[in-house]
């Protein structure tokens, strides 16, 4: 038993590549116009604002002033011009979604509370005029949004309802006899909550409502309201409530909003989808009220796109903070040389931070494409329903899968970094307490990732009812994922994984891409199948409701899955792209199978039990890992650096080089003094050096 | 292989004890009890100081406000009397360490700043005095600090050096000319850093420097030094720095401290353990320095006691916060019922917080025993080197384990809570940023297991070098178990768990506290037995250091299951206290198991790898978990509120009954509107119903 269990990292790993390791290392450069993506000039404006002092976050300031702070930074930012990327020309904007997001995501490490509110004002509340309203709509209220004159609340979230936005409960009832619109929040959960800019600045909103019209509820609309006077008064019939201090994001004035017989002109609802005529006749382009609904939540796709690229620079800021400190940190005489080991030369340290530097690449590279994906929808050169639906499905995976690793990341560069990690001034708690809400605005992570589960049984079901469920299932992961991504690639579900139990070239056998892309597709294709064969098997005795319940933490895990499996692939195309003789290309694969290694590794049991994995290649993958680790360890400056984040934007004083010139300083003084001839003896080495010599005269004593 | 995979639940589980369930549910009151444990009076009186609003914490505060506010609320705190409890009664002191600690932990939901802050100036200050130095010491500086006239620092750690206290760099350098010892820190990684009262309030610090006298260094020794006159002015050659905002805790007043050629005289050395006579000769009651060291830094454990504590409290109230609104907060129709499903009914909601509830009241329990220990250790009762040194071992094990499990408890209660969980108002998100430096001060998390592992592998070593290796790492692991808990009890590692595959009664085995206790214990096991055989060969080449290097990771991991295993036995013999027929024996019962299983589904690829379980019983371990967390879904509640924290400690708006007022008002609203005949008909339902007769149409079309 117990040599089967004896880590079998010595005997076992395949060592070919390890000799031709070239310690010239990799091109920063190169990797760096990787990092930067599709849209490098949008984001390096945005990063020499996010650089600017101007725009950074005072920690020392309490909820008020920094609010007021944030407020004169937006003011600011829309006068160097980035918010205005995504508007229309007509207007003084820029037409370029795309880059407006890449530069949106790089306003994080100013402020995320700036990010946010900005986000507030022109991703949702502008996005929602821009893409709900007419042209008419978009001429009366953008410009106004885009400068700042009118700062806009997005009011769609209430207390009551949050993920369930259909159910909200605010009603626009229209009165034909004043060809207005009354609105109303009937009851204390009605109210909208958690709403940026309506504690304190907002002027305007863009409120959700069920219109209600002729007697009948044609469901959740958006329409345009003015909320409080130029005094900062509210309008008759609203009030609300500040949602005073968050965990977070205090930069941002969230409050709540109630509204009693609140009535606007006819014209004021955003009819793009669904208008009402003066007489109170209801009509839509969509027949279907519930694909309505879905068509105006999708417009607003654009936030969680932008959030999945804001957990990515959060995860890269964190690790080159925590790697530079790594590198320069030194704690514990191990090998009694005088000479303190660097803390990233502990496996403990490397195994903390390494896999994560491995992830930021992955969720670095997917969000690229992913980012591109959404520019060809939203820019029209590429704007179809199914392309839109395939959107939703993408933002439903990554969002909550780089959010959580994110956070996951932060906490675990700040514990890295001890003591240090804990103040303010070296970043990371407080880029954390910011990022934290990003898990569950912009949908809830656990309801994006339901979605994305049902997309994938709902074409189980409804495709390959008759056929053999097994085979079904691996065809319509790849038939979803290759919907999902037509102009991506990720269209290699559905490949056939089996560990015969060849010993030879086992670690080889990791390494190779097919591989790792057939475990990791198999365990999600499996597992749709297994929940889509138990559903079928409960529905069939009456019992779907229950079975769908106890099977939702297995979906919403398996569409998690499908998430990193979405960021292994972008990681694995974006390879391609360096030369593959190059040592880049060498040190970004390992990188790459790392990353594959971590997630085969979490779910290690699985398959074990599938079969997909014997016993022996199983215990291969941490020893593998490890290997790849210390292989990459080297490299991890580099990698962090490649990022291409100035202390300006790092603002971490341990990751400013202050740590190496107190290690300097400190190993100078020992060295001085010991040249001095001054230095104390130290009484442990005498102490050492008595009960040696008493063990030897004892000795002697006894050879007497 | 489909088959194999699915969700074998349905059909292999045992519902032997299904129909059992006894309604009646659990005797809250006495678990309150056990909750409280062995200090229920001195819990309690914390309990009231932490409910009554002078002694909150106000979100709203900048940090000097906030300093200014716990220093105030410090000294109320000593007036209502628990900080005293510890210290020598001829001093007015309750010669109380366990009851002491008790009170201390509670104090975490008034403030995390006020616990840490008196933790500061009595558990450290104030400790340092009592255990370091002499009656004459204790009579010259403890009144003052018990009383709260000096406030002090606990000057131990540096800027360069943390984890490693044994290599500080302030030296304590005896005159014999004049009788003093003169202070200094040589350079910036010298200066004191992350010091509580250092930045404003202290006017002394226990110092922790290198004694050295005729040219020797006896090592780390601490000394009592004045650092400001009453003015709050520095000392002269003292300076200092504020180390400023921090991720929480920011009641505080950390800081930085410097010294140049500070003198102080000789009476100064708190000198239980070391002393320097006037002429300048050293002497010490302990001869080796090494363990003079540890025994020293041995006195402060209680530290590390008490933090296990606080993060236990961390963890209830989190879990009731979280666990009562889940039960009243409704989302989504999955019905169509009208009727919106309450987010404890949801299978994910219910993965999320129910394996956590287990981990809280494993924690709990474990947390009596640790501190049941420690008191019969600090009180004299049983006062024995090698007790103290089982009492560390065990602090080391499990402050980790709890302070990490009470941040993953704090952030999923907060993402269970959506959007309100984000709100300061409802504690979760302060809470935890106050918890995070819980993980690395005090020792650092990854230092302490390390600590735990290292005891466990040097036993190993030592004593069985020549025995059968496996064998022999089983005796060590239960030997080293037993000398850590002669009075505890956890004695009983070393049984074999092996699972032979027997499919009869499969959960029937899981559920077995010997099988579960095998299964866990097997694991600590052989991972230490196959850590020491590696290191032994290692060494052998002479690669020793690398060796242990690269099993780091994995020895961390091995000490992390033996701090959840002490907790799992702890919870195991608190059964015992419960009348085996009660329904609350029952339920706690699940519980436990629930624990157990979910420690064995985290690992359970090892599990799979060693053999120690066949595909077919690991498959089991997670659809039994599913089970059983269905089963204690309706004890949910009861769970928590047996913790027995009321709303003016807990304080979380969202759990207190607010959010069912909400979602009663809300239903009363759309009851009457129903019943009014005004309420609008659905689009939806109009479009379904049209949708269906179009159908119908077109088929009696296609008949005719």
Sequence with gaps: MTDQITDVAEEQLDDSDLNSFDSTGIDIAEVHRAVMGSWPAERQRARDIAADPLFWRDDTLAMDEHRDRVLEQVKLLTERGTPKLSFPKRLGGGENPGGNIAAFEEIFL????????????????????????????????????????????????????????????????????????????????????????????????????????????????????????????????????????????????????????????????????????????????????????????????????????????????????????????????????????????????????????????????????????????????????ERRADLETLAAALKPTTTWAGMDTLQIAREACGGAGYLAENRLTFLRHDLDVYTTFEGDNTVLLQLVGKRLLEDYASKFKEADARESARMLVSQAASRAFHDIGLARLGSIARDFGSSARSVGWLREPENQHALLSARIEEQISEIGMSLNRAQKAGKGDAAFNSLQHKLIETSHAYGELIQWEAFTRKLEDFDPESETHRILTWLRDLFGLSLIERDLSWYLMSGRLTTKRARLVSSYMTRLISRLRPHAQSLVDAFGYKDAHLRAKIASGAEKARQDEAAAYYSALRTSGNAPEDERTVYRAKRKQKREQERAAQQK
Tied chains: 1, 2.
């Design 110 to 385: 100013a402020d995320p509370s700036l990010q946010i509110k900005s986000g507030v004002q022109f991703g949702l509340f502008g996005a929602a005029i821009m893409h709900l309203g007419t042209e008419e709509h978009q001429d009366r209220w953008l410009p106004a949004a885009m400068n700042v004159e009118t700062l806009g609340a997005f009011a769609m979230t209430e207390t009551g309802h949050g993920s369930d936005v259909a159910s909200i409960a605010t009603t626009a009832t229209y009165d034909e006899a004043t060809e207005e619109f009354v609105i109303n929040t009937p009851f204390r959960a009605a109210w909208k909550d958690y709403l940026g800019n309506a504690a304190k600045d907002g002027t305007a909103a863009v409120l959700f409502a069920q219109l209600i019209t002729k007697g009948m509820n044609h469901g959740v609309h958006a329409f345009y309201v003015e909320i409080r006077d130029e005094a900062g008064n509210y309008l008759p019939g609203i009030g609300g409530e500040d949602d005073g201090v968050k965990g977070g994001l205090n930069g941002i004035d969230n409050g709540r909003l109630h509204f009693s017989d609140v009535r606007i002109p006819r014209t004021n609802l955003l009819n793009r989808y669904g208008d009402v005529a003066a007489d109170g006749t209801y009509s839509s382009p969509i027949e279907s009220p519930g694909r309505r609904f879905f068509v105006m939540l999708g417009t607003l796709v654009q936030g969680r796109v932008s959030l999945d690229g804001s957990a990515v620079v959060a995860q890269q800021a964190a690790l080159a903070i925590a790697v530079t400190y790594a590198n320069q940190r030194r704690q514990f005489d191990n090998s009694g040389s005088g000479q303190e080991t660097v803390l990233l030369d502990y496996g403990r340290h490397q195994r903390r931070l390494i896999p994560r530097l491995a992830t930021a690449y992955a969720a670095t590279f997917s969000h690229d494409e992913f980012l591109r994906e959404f520019d060809t929808v939203f820019s029209g050169e590429g704007d179809t329903p």
